[in-house]
Nanobody, 123 residues
């Protein structure tokens, strides 16, 4: 079992930046790929970015390429999402996810989820 806790959300004006963190605890000795997803009100949860266990592979949704950067520090058991040039349409609850055998954008394949952190971008 792995427990995930997100932090770093908040309110920011368009063009601003935020850095989200996701702290993992539990069976963190195993090799988990991790990802960020977001869910806006009334919409489906959707993929934002994923990173392999070593950090050597990353994958982004087209909507965030060039603006968001996913990274991880395995020594600290922490996943990050640096969000720059934020837009009002980025407003959503952001969730981190982890899985031992899957790396990709399909949320159905991730076994472990955090509780989410709210990001609000005003125009």
């Amino acid at each position: 079992q792995v427990q995930l806790v997100e932090s770093g959300g908040g309110s920011v004006q368009a063009g601003g930046s935020l850095r989200l963190s996701c702290a993992a605890s539990g069976r963190t000795s195993r090799s988990y790929a991790m990802a960020w997803f977001c869910q806006a009100p009334g919409k489906e949860r959707e993929f934002v970015a994923a990173i392999s266990w070593t950090g050597g592979r990353t994958y982004y949704a087209d909507s965030v390429k060039g603006r968001f950067t996913i990274s991880r520090d395995n020594a600290k058991n922490t996943l990050y999402l640096q969000m720059n040039s934020l837009k009002p349409e980025d407003t959503a609850v952001y969730y981190c996810a982890a899985d031992i055998s899957y790396y990709g954008s399909d949320l159905r394949n991730y076994d472990y989820w955090g509780q989410g952190t709210q990001v609000t971008v005003s125009s």
